[in-house]
C-alpha cells in the first residue's frame, strides 16, 4: 500500500500568515492527491484535487501543488475560519490512503 | 440538490454484524466512484472500501473479507455490510462521492460502537 506521510501533525499560526503543509507518498503517484479540511463534528470538505485544482468554491488563498512524490498545501494569508485540520489522500491507486492530518491551531 | 445521508450505524456486541445505508440525492449513484470512509474517535481518516461505476470493488485490508460494499441502482442507495465486528471498528462511518477527482461530497456520518 502507498503511505502517505504528512509534516507536520501541529502547526501554530496567526491571522494572516502564510502556512504550507506537506505530504509525502511512499512512491510515484503522478498528481492524484486530494487535500481536506476537517472542523470538529464535521465531515472533511474536499479543498484541492489533482495536486493542484480548486474545489468549486474554496477560496483561492488556499492552493496545491506537487507532483511524484512530494505535495503541499499553502494557505496564502490565514482566515480565523482556517483553523481546521487539514488531510492529504492518495487515489493513484487502490487503496485510497490518507495522510495522519496537520491541525492548524492558533499561536 | 447533491446529498448523502447514512443511517444504519449502532451499538453492537464483537463479533456481530450491522448493514450500513447511504440514501443518494441529486445524482446517480452508478454514475460515479462511492466510497466508505472511517473515523475513530479523535484519531485520523482511514479509507474502507469503494465501488467503481462498472461494478467493481475494493477494501482495504484492515476489513477485507469482513465487510462488503454494494448499491442499489433502483433505490440510488449504496450500502456497507460489517460482519465479525471488532473493538477497533468503532468508528464515525462516512459515505462519500470518489474519489475519482477526490471526495467532493460527503453524508454526515454514522457511529458505529464495537463493545467487546
Known amino acids: 500500500d502507498i503511505q502517505m506521510t504528512q509534516s507536520p501533525s501541529t502547526l501554530s499560526a496567526s491571522v494572516g500568515d502564510r502556512v504550507t503543509v506537506t505530504c509525502r507518498a511512499s512512491q510515484s503517484i503522478g498528481n492524484w492527491v486530494a487535500w481536506y479540511q476537517q472542523k470538529p463534528g464535521t465531515a472533511p470538505k474536499l479543498l484541492i484535487y489533482a495536486a493542484s485544482s480548486l474545489e468549486s468554491g474554496v477560496p483561492p488563498r488556499f492552493s496545491g501543488g506537487g507532483s511524484g512524490t512530494e505535495f503541499t498545501l499553502t494557505i496564502s494569508s490565514l482566515q480565523p475560519d482556517d483553523f481546521a485540520t487539514y488531510y492529504c489522500q492518495q487515489y493513484n491507486a487502490y487503496s485510497y490512503t490518507f495522510g495522519q492530518g496537520t491541525k492548524l491551531e492558533f499561536k | 440538490e447533491v446529498q448523502l445521508v447514512e443511517s444504519g450505524g449502532g451499538l453492537i456486541q464483537a463479533g456481530g454484524s450491522l448493514r450500513l445505508s447511504c440514501a443518494v440525492s441529486?445524482?446517480?449513484?452508478?454514475?460515479?466512484?462511492m466510497s466508505w470512509v472511517r473515523q475513530t474517535p479523535g484519531k485520523g481518516l482511514e479509507w474502507v472500501s469503494v465501488?467503481?461505476?462498472?461494478?467493481?470493488?475494493y477494501y482495504a485490508d484492515s476489513v477485507k473479507g469482513r465487510f462488503t460494499i454494494s448499491r442499489d441502482n433502483f433505490k440510488n442507495m449504496v450500502y456497507l455490510q460489517m460482519n465479525s465486528l471488532r473493538a477497533e471498528d468503532t468508528a464515525i462511518y462516512y459515505c462519500a462521492r470518489g474519489p475519482s477527482r477526490g471526495m467532493d461530497v460527503w453524508g454526515q456520518g454514522t457511529t458505529v460502537t464495537v463493545s467487546s
Open positions: 465501488i467503481y461505476t462498472a461494478g467493481g470493488t
Open positions: 441529486g445524482f446517480i449513484v452508478s454514475s460515479d466512484y
